[in-house]
Protein backbone atom coordinates (compact mmCIF):
# COMPACT_ATOMS: atom_id res chain seq x y z
CA UNK A 1 0.00 0.00 0.00
CA UNK A 2 2.67 2.46 0.76
CA UNK A 3 4.38 1.61 -1.82
CA UNK A 4 1.94 1.92 -4.24
CA UNK A 5 0.67 5.65 -2.92
CA UNK A 6 4.36 6.87 -2.18
CA UNK A 7 3.73 9.15 -5.32
CA UNK A 8 0.44 10.05 -5.10
CA UNK A 9 -1.36 12.61 -2.72
CA UNK A 10 -0.54 13.15 0.86
CA UNK A 11 -4.56 12.79 1.68
CA UNK A 12 -4.41 8.97 -0.17
CA UNK A 13 -1.73 7.91 2.03
CA UNK A 14 -3.89 9.24 5.29
CA UNK A 15 -6.73 7.33 3.82
CA UNK A 16 -5.31 4.20 3.04
CA UNK A 17 -3.51 4.45 6.21
CA UNK A 18 -6.64 4.51 8.53
CA UNK A 19 -8.09 2.04 6.91
CA UNK A 20 -5.94 -0.73 6.62
CA UNK A 21 -6.34 -3.91 8.98
CA UNK A 22 -3.36 -3.97 10.06
CA UNK A 23 -2.86 -0.46 11.39
CA UNK A 24 -6.57 -0.96 12.52
CA UNK A 25 -5.24 -3.65 14.58
CA UNK A 26 -2.44 -2.05 16.26
CA UNK A 27 -3.97 1.09 16.84
CA UNK A 28 -7.39 -0.36 17.76
CA UNK A 29 -9.66 1.44 15.52
CA UNK A 30 -10.61 -2.03 14.28
CA UNK A 31 -13.58 -2.98 15.78
CA UNK A 32 -13.85 0.23 18.34
CA UNK A 33 -17.90 0.72 18.49
CA UNK A 34 -19.90 4.11 19.27
CA UNK A 35 -19.37 4.55 22.91
CA UNK A 36 -22.83 3.44 24.86
CA UNK A 37 -23.14 3.21 29.18
CA UNK A 38 -21.62 0.64 32.14
CA UNK A 39 -23.42 0.34 34.76
CA UNK A 40 -25.06 3.81 33.95
CA UNK A 41 -21.96 5.71 32.90
CA UNK A 42 -21.08 6.85 29.77
CA UNK A 43 -17.91 5.52 27.86
CA UNK A 44 -16.06 7.06 24.88
CA UNK A 45 -14.72 5.51 21.72
CA UNK A 46 -11.12 3.99 21.77
CA UNK A 47 -8.86 7.02 21.26
CA UNK A 48 -5.54 4.77 20.39
CA UNK A 49 -6.03 5.65 16.55
CA UNK A 50 -7.20 9.39 17.23
CA UNK A 51 -4.61 10.92 18.99
CA UNK A 52 -1.50 9.22 17.28
CA UNK A 53 -2.92 9.95 13.56
CA UNK A 54 -2.38 13.38 14.78
CA UNK A 55 0.93 13.51 16.91
CA UNK A 56 2.69 11.04 15.12
CA UNK A 57 1.17 10.94 11.47
CA UNK A 58 -0.20 14.13 10.44
CA UNK A 59 0.11 17.28 12.92
CA UNK A 60 2.51 16.82 15.98
CA UNK A 61 2.31 18.33 19.33
CA UNK A 62 2.39 22.12 19.18
CA UNK A 63 1.44 24.26 16.63
CA UNK A 64 4.70 24.71 13.99
CA UNK A 65 5.31 27.73 11.83
CA UNK A 66 5.87 26.90 7.89
CA UNK A 67 9.64 26.86 8.20
CA UNK A 68 8.94 23.42 10.94
CA UNK A 69 9.77 26.09 13.86
CA UNK A 70 7.47 25.77 16.88
CA UNK A 71 4.72 28.86 17.59
CA UNK A 72 5.28 30.05 21.07
CA UNK A 73 2.28 31.91 22.54
CA UNK A 74 2.53 34.91 24.65
CA UNK A 75 4.23 33.74 27.66
CA UNK A 76 6.82 31.95 25.11
CA UNK A 77 5.66 28.65 25.56
CA UNK A 78 4.54 25.61 22.70
CA UNK A 79 1.15 26.13 21.68
CA UNK A 80 -0.80 22.28 22.02
CA UNK A 81 -1.88 21.60 18.41
CA UNK A 82 -5.28 19.73 19.97
CA UNK A 83 -7.20 19.28 22.76
CA UNK A 84 -8.09 15.65 24.62
CA UNK A 85 -12.09 17.07 23.83
CA UNK A 86 -11.17 17.42 19.69
CA UNK A 87 -8.91 13.61 20.52
CA UNK A 88 -12.40 12.17 21.84
CA UNK A 89 -14.21 13.92 18.67
CA UNK A 90 -11.47 11.75 16.59
CA UNK A 91 -12.14 9.07 18.08
CA UNK A 92 -16.22 8.93 17.57
CA UNK A 93 -15.71 10.03 14.05
CA UNK A 94 -13.09 6.53 13.30
CA UNK A 95 -16.48 3.64 15.16
CA UNK A 96 -17.77 1.43 13.13
CA UNK A 97 -14.99 -0.13 11.52
CA UNK A 98 -14.24 -3.73 11.64
CA UNK A 99 -12.87 -6.56 9.23
CA UNK A 100 -14.08 -6.63 5.25
CA UNK A 101 -15.79 -9.84 4.33
CA UNK A 102 -14.06 -12.36 2.96
CA UNK A 103 -14.23 -11.46 -0.58
CA UNK A 104 -13.95 -7.47 0.60
CA UNK A 105 -17.43 -6.74 1.14
CA UNK A 106 -18.93 -4.86 3.86
CA UNK A 107 -20.06 -7.05 6.87
CA UNK A 108 -23.66 -6.84 8.64
CA UNK A 109 -22.42 -7.86 12.15
CA UNK A 110 -20.06 -6.17 14.52
CA UNK A 111 -17.25 -6.71 15.31
CA UNK A 112 -16.95 -9.36 11.86
CA UNK A 113 -14.39 -11.93 13.73
CA UNK A 114 -13.64 -13.36 10.08
CA UNK A 115 -10.16 -12.21 10.00
CA UNK A 116 -9.26 -10.42 6.57
CA UNK A 117 -6.36 -8.58 6.35
CA UNK A 118 -5.81 -8.68 2.50
CA UNK A 119 -8.82 -5.49 2.07
CA UNK A 120 -8.92 -2.40 3.70
CA UNK A 121 -11.67 -2.09 7.10
CA UNK A 122 -15.37 -1.95 6.22
CA UNK A 123 -18.20 -0.11 7.76
CA UNK A 124 -20.93 -1.44 10.31
CA UNK A 125 -23.23 1.44 10.13
CA UNK A 126 -24.91 0.41 13.57
CA UNK A 127 -22.14 0.60 15.24
CA UNK A 128 -20.98 4.38 14.24
CA UNK A 129 -21.51 7.56 16.22
CA UNK A 130 -23.57 9.46 14.29
CA UNK A 131 -23.78 12.55 16.69
CA UNK A 132 -22.33 15.56 15.42
CA UNK A 133 -18.27 16.28 16.07
CA UNK A 134 -16.41 19.42 16.90
CA UNK A 135 -12.72 18.68 15.30
CA UNK A 136 -10.15 21.06 14.81
CA UNK A 137 -10.16 25.19 13.41
CA UNK A 138 -13.79 25.45 13.92
CA UNK A 139 -14.89 22.64 11.61
CA UNK A 140 -17.71 20.59 12.65
CA UNK A 141 -19.04 17.26 11.76
CA UNK A 142 -22.98 17.07 11.64
CA UNK A 143 -25.41 15.32 12.86
CA UNK A 144 -26.54 12.17 11.27
CA UNK A 145 -23.64 10.86 8.79
CA UNK A 146 -22.44 7.67 7.22
CA UNK A 147 -19.06 6.49 8.73
CA UNK A 148 -17.24 6.90 5.39
CA UNK A 149 -18.74 10.52 5.82
CA UNK A 150 -17.33 11.03 8.75
CA UNK A 151 -14.43 9.28 8.08
CA UNK A 152 -14.17 11.95 4.87
CA UNK A 153 -14.58 14.98 6.89
CA UNK A 154 -12.27 14.35 9.54
CA UNK A 155 -9.24 13.14 7.26
CA UNK A 156 -9.81 16.63 4.83
CA UNK A 157 -9.65 18.71 8.70
CA UNK A 158 -6.28 17.35 9.29
CA UNK A 159 -4.97 17.36 5.70
CA UNK A 160 -6.13 20.77 5.47
CA UNK A 161 -4.09 21.87 8.95
CA UNK A 162 -1.62 24.37 8.58
CA UNK A 163 0.65 21.68 10.32
CA UNK A 164 0.57 18.60 7.96
CA UNK A 165 3.34 20.42 5.77
CA UNK A 166 5.45 21.23 7.88
CA UNK A 167 5.25 18.47 9.94
CA UNK A 168 5.53 16.23 6.88
CA UNK A 169 8.04 17.55 5.22
CA UNK A 170 10.71 17.69 7.79
CA UNK A 171 10.46 14.14 8.73
CA UNK A 172 11.04 13.22 5.11
CA UNK A 173 13.62 15.49 4.54
CA UNK A 174 15.50 13.97 7.68
CA UNK A 175 14.95 10.30 6.08
CA UNK A 176 15.76 11.35 2.55
CA UNK A 177 18.64 13.47 2.66
CA UNK A 178 19.66 15.63 6.01
CA UNK A 179 18.97 14.72 10.01
CA UNK A 180 19.07 18.83 10.91
CA UNK A 181 17.54 20.67 7.81
CA UNK A 182 17.68 24.49 8.23
CA UNK A 183 14.34 25.62 8.70
CA UNK A 184 14.32 27.70 4.90
CA UNK A 185 14.71 24.22 3.75
CA UNK A 186 11.17 22.74 5.70
CA UNK A 187 10.04 26.15 4.55
CA UNK A 188 10.56 25.43 0.89
CA UNK A 189 9.38 22.09 0.27
CA UNK A 190 6.53 22.92 3.01
CA UNK A 191 5.78 25.25 0.06
CA UNK A 192 5.40 22.74 -2.53
CA UNK A 193 3.36 20.30 -0.13
CA UNK A 194 0.90 23.39 -0.01
CA UNK A 195 1.07 23.85 -3.60
CA UNK A 196 2.74 22.18 -6.40
CA UNK A 197 1.98 25.04 -8.96
CA UNK A 198 -0.74 23.63 -10.22
CA UNK A 199 -3.06 24.48 -7.23
CA UNK A 200 -2.80 21.16 -6.01
CA UNK A 201 -2.07 20.26 -1.98
CA UNK A 202 0.05 17.49 -0.86
CA UNK A 203 1.62 15.89 -4.35
CA UNK A 204 3.89 13.50 -3.05
CA UNK A 205 6.04 13.28 -6.18
CA UNK A 206 6.60 17.26 -6.53
CA UNK A 207 7.13 17.18 -2.55
CA UNK A 208 9.89 14.50 -2.99
CA UNK A 209 11.25 15.83 -6.12
CA UNK A 210 12.02 19.39 -4.10
CA UNK A 211 13.31 17.51 -1.40
CA UNK A 212 16.27 15.98 -3.17
CA UNK A 213 16.58 18.25 -5.54
CA UNK A 214 16.82 21.29 -3.27
CA UNK A 215 19.90 23.56 -3.23
CA UNK A 216 20.45 22.14 0.61
CA UNK A 217 20.20 18.42 -0.56
CA UNK A 218 22.73 19.02 -3.26
CA UNK A 219 25.23 21.34 -1.37
CA UNK A 220 27.54 18.07 -0.89
CA UNK A 221 27.84 17.44 -4.67
CA UNK A 222 30.06 20.64 -5.06
CA UNK A 223 31.44 20.82 -1.37
CA UNK A 224 32.78 17.80 0.08
CA UNK A 225 32.94 19.63 3.42
CA UNK A 226 29.35 20.31 3.63
CA UNK A 227 27.93 19.17 6.93
CA UNK A 228 24.66 17.29 6.25
CA UNK A 229 23.46 13.79 5.61
CA UNK A 230 22.18 11.33 8.31
CA UNK A 231 23.58 8.45 9.89
CA UNK A 232 22.39 4.84 8.06
CA UNK A 233 20.15 3.11 10.20
CA UNK A 234 20.99 -0.26 10.60
CA UNK A 235 18.18 -1.89 8.52
CA UNK A 236 19.07 0.43 5.36
CA UNK A 237 22.27 0.09 6.32
CA UNK A 238 22.39 -3.89 5.66
CA UNK A 239 20.14 -3.69 2.84
CA UNK A 240 21.82 -1.07 0.67
CA UNK A 241 25.24 -3.30 1.29
CA UNK A 242 24.06 -6.19 0.42
CA UNK A 243 21.72 -5.74 -2.84
CA UNK A 244 25.14 -3.15 -3.67
CA UNK A 245 27.11 -6.43 -3.77
CA UNK A 246 24.61 -8.92 -5.26
CA UNK A 247 23.75 -10.88 -2.71
CA UNK A 248 21.03 -13.36 -3.64
CA UNK A 249 19.01 -15.99 -1.96
CA UNK A 250 19.45 -19.48 -1.21
CA UNK A 251 17.61 -20.77 1.54
CA UNK A 252 14.39 -22.99 1.47
CA UNK A 253 11.31 -21.86 -0.26
CA UNK A 254 10.03 -20.19 -3.32
CA UNK A 255 11.79 -16.66 -2.31
CA UNK A 256 8.77 -15.06 -2.43
CA UNK A 257 7.51 -14.94 1.09
CA UNK A 258 8.12 -14.12 4.35
CA UNK A 259 11.59 -16.57 4.70
CA UNK A 260 12.95 -13.59 3.13
CA UNK A 261 13.06 -11.37 6.23
CA UNK A 262 13.70 -13.71 9.03
CA UNK A 263 17.50 -14.34 8.87
CA UNK A 264 18.24 -10.24 7.65
CA UNK A 265 16.52 -9.35 10.66
CA UNK A 266 18.57 -11.58 13.15
CA UNK A 267 21.53 -9.40 12.07
CA UNK A 268 20.45 -6.24 12.59
CA UNK A 269 18.71 -6.91 16.06
CA UNK A 270 21.82 -6.44 17.87
CA UNK A 271 22.17 -3.01 16.70
CA UNK A 272 18.67 -2.45 18.04
CA UNK A 273 16.13 -2.52 14.77
CA UNK A 274 14.66 -5.67 13.76
CA UNK A 275 11.93 -5.04 11.56
CA UNK A 276 8.63 -5.00 12.69
CA UNK A 277 9.48 -5.23 16.54
CA UNK A 278 9.74 -1.47 17.06
CA UNK A 279 8.78 -0.97 20.61
CA UNK A 280 5.73 0.70 20.42
CA UNK A 281 3.95 2.77 17.81
CA UNK A 282 6.69 5.67 18.34
CA UNK A 283 9.35 3.75 16.29
CA UNK A 284 13.09 2.32 16.86
CA UNK A 285 14.02 6.58 17.52
CA UNK A 286 12.50 9.36 17.93
CA UNK A 287 12.61 12.33 14.83
CA UNK A 288 13.52 14.82 17.62
CA UNK A 289 16.64 13.41 18.87
CA UNK A 290 20.04 15.55 20.03
CA UNK A 291 23.08 14.02 20.26
CA UNK A 292 24.01 14.62 23.65
CA UNK A 293 26.34 17.06 24.15
CA UNK A 294 25.61 18.75 21.18
CA UNK A 295 22.48 20.87 19.50
CA UNK A 296 23.15 18.22 16.14
CA UNK A 297 19.29 17.00 15.50
CA UNK A 298 20.31 12.93 14.59
CA UNK A 299 17.47 10.85 14.93
CA UNK A 300 19.20 7.49 14.06
CA UNK A 301 22.20 8.08 16.61
CA UNK A 302 19.25 7.45 19.49
CA UNK A 303 19.79 3.68 19.12
CA UNK A 304 24.48 4.56 17.88
CA UNK A 305 26.27 3.74 21.39
CA UNK A 306 29.81 2.38 21.64
CA UNK A 307 28.03 -1.41 21.64
CA UNK A 308 26.40 -0.82 18.26
CA UNK A 309 29.51 0.73 16.57
CA UNK A 310 31.41 -2.58 17.11
CA UNK A 311 28.28 -4.37 16.30
CA UNK A 312 28.27 -2.73 13.21
CA UNK A 313 31.90 -3.82 12.59
CA UNK A 314 30.62 -7.19 13.44
CA UNK A 315 27.84 -7.10 10.75
CA UNK A 316 30.61 -5.50 8.27
CA UNK A 317 32.50 -8.48 8.70
CA UNK A 318 29.77 -11.13 8.59
CA UNK A 319 28.89 -9.78 5.09
CA UNK A 320 31.89 -9.68 3.54
CA UNK A 321 32.84 -13.46 4.64
CA UNK A 322 29.03 -14.34 3.60
CA UNK A 323 27.58 -15.27 6.60
CA UNK A 324 24.48 -13.87 6.22
CA UNK A 325 22.47 -16.58 6.68
CA UNK A 326 19.95 -17.85 3.78
CA UNK A 327 21.68 -15.46 1.62
CA UNK A 328 25.03 -15.70 -0.87
CA UNK A 329 27.41 -13.19 -2.04
CA UNK A 330 30.46 -14.01 -4.02
CA UNK A 331 33.92 -12.36 -3.40
CA UNK A 332 35.79 -14.35 -4.55
CA UNK A 333 38.73 -14.24 -6.91
CA UNK A 334 36.69 -15.10 -10.11
CA UNK A 335 33.90 -12.58 -8.99
CA UNK A 336 33.28 -9.25 -10.77
CA UNK A 337 34.96 -7.24 -7.95
CA UNK A 338 38.04 -10.20 -7.95
CA UNK A 339 38.49 -9.81 -11.51
CA UNK A 340 39.10 -6.10 -11.45
CA UNK A 341 41.27 -6.31 -8.34
CA UNK A 342 43.56 -8.40 -10.78
CA UNK A 343 43.17 -7.42 -14.12
CA UNK A 344 46.33 -6.27 -15.17
CA UNK A 345 48.92 -7.91 -12.49
CA UNK A 346 49.94 -4.24 -11.37
CA UNK A 347 48.52 -4.42 -7.61
CA UNK A 348 48.26 -0.86 -7.69
CA UNK A 349 46.20 -0.19 -10.48
CA UNK A 350 43.74 -3.27 -10.19
CA UNK A 351 43.22 -1.73 -6.59
CA UNK A 352 42.35 1.55 -7.57
CA UNK A 353 40.23 0.38 -9.77
CA UNK A 354 38.77 -2.15 -7.09
CA UNK A 355 38.12 0.85 -4.53
CA UNK A 356 36.56 3.07 -7.54
CA UNK A 357 34.33 0.57 -8.48
CA UNK A 358 33.21 0.18 -5.14
CA UNK A 359 33.35 4.11 -4.70
CA UNK A 360 30.63 4.36 -7.57
CA UNK A 361 28.38 1.44 -5.84
CA UNK A 362 28.41 2.81 -2.29
CA UNK A 363 29.27 6.65 -2.73
CA UNK A 364 27.93 7.49 -5.99
CA UNK A 365 31.66 7.93 -6.81
CA UNK A 366 32.15 10.74 -4.34
CA UNK A 367 34.88 8.57 -2.13
CA UNK A 368 37.36 11.32 -0.34
CA UNK A 369 40.35 11.59 -2.51
CA UNK A 370 42.78 10.30 0.99
CA UNK A 371 40.25 8.09 2.19
CA UNK A 372 40.54 6.20 -1.71
CA UNK A 373 44.33 6.54 -1.61
CA UNK A 374 44.61 5.02 1.91
CA UNK A 375 42.63 1.90 1.04
CA UNK A 376 44.57 1.73 -2.18
CA UNK A 377 47.38 2.00 -0.55
CA UNK A 378 46.61 -1.35 2.04
CA UNK A 379 44.71 -3.72 0.17
CA UNK A 380 47.72 -3.46 -2.83
CA UNK A 381 50.15 -5.05 -0.27
CA UNK A 382 47.47 -8.51 -0.56
CA UNK A 383 48.43 -10.40 -3.02
CA UNK A 384 44.98 -12.80 -2.02
CA UNK A 385 42.70 -11.51 -4.38
CA UNK A 386 39.46 -12.73 -2.78
CA UNK A 387 41.37 -11.31 0.58
CA UNK A 388 41.71 -8.02 -1.30
CA UNK A 389 38.02 -8.06 -2.58
CA UNK A 390 36.71 -8.44 1.11
CA UNK A 391 39.17 -6.11 3.02
CA UNK A 392 38.60 -3.19 0.18
CA UNK A 393 34.63 -4.05 0.77
CA UNK A 394 35.14 -4.12 4.48
CA UNK A 395 37.05 -0.98 4.55
CA UNK A 396 34.82 0.98 2.40
CA UNK A 397 31.23 -0.01 4.20
CA UNK A 398 32.71 0.53 7.47
CA UNK A 399 33.73 4.00 7.15
CA UNK A 400 32.36 7.23 8.82
CA UNK A 401 31.82 8.46 5.37
CA UNK A 402 29.62 5.20 4.13
CA UNK A 403 27.93 5.36 7.60
CA UNK A 404 26.45 8.50 6.84
CA UNK A 405 24.83 9.03 4.11
CA UNK A 406 25.48 12.22 2.46
Known sequence: MLANDAFGNFYTIMHD???????????NMLNSAKPGTVNGVPQIANENFARENMQLFSLGLVMLNQDG???PDLSGNPVPTYTETQVQAFARAYTGWTYATASGGSPTTFPNNTVNYDSPMEAVESQHDTAAKTLLNGTTLPAGQTAD????????????????????????????????????????VAAVFANDGTGTRGNMKAVIQSILLDTEARAGDTNASFDG???????????????GLGFTFVGAGTGTGAEYYYSPSNFTNALSEKPYTSGSVFNFFPPSYVIPGTTTNA??????????????LTLADNIVYNRISDFSVDLSATSALGLMASATGNATTDS?????????????????????????????????????????TYLVITSSHYKVEH
Do not use: K, W
Request: charged share 10%; aromatic share 6%; glycine share 6%.
Open 17 to 27: VTLSTGMGAYL
Open 69 to 71: SVQ
Open 149 to 188: ADLTGALTNLFSHQNVGPFVCRQLIQHLVTSNPSPAYVGR
Open 229 to 243: GHLREPVLYMTNVMR
Open 299 to 312: PEFSIENTASAILR
Open 352 to 392: TNLVTALGTIFMHGQMPAQMQTDIVSHVATLTNIAQRVRVA
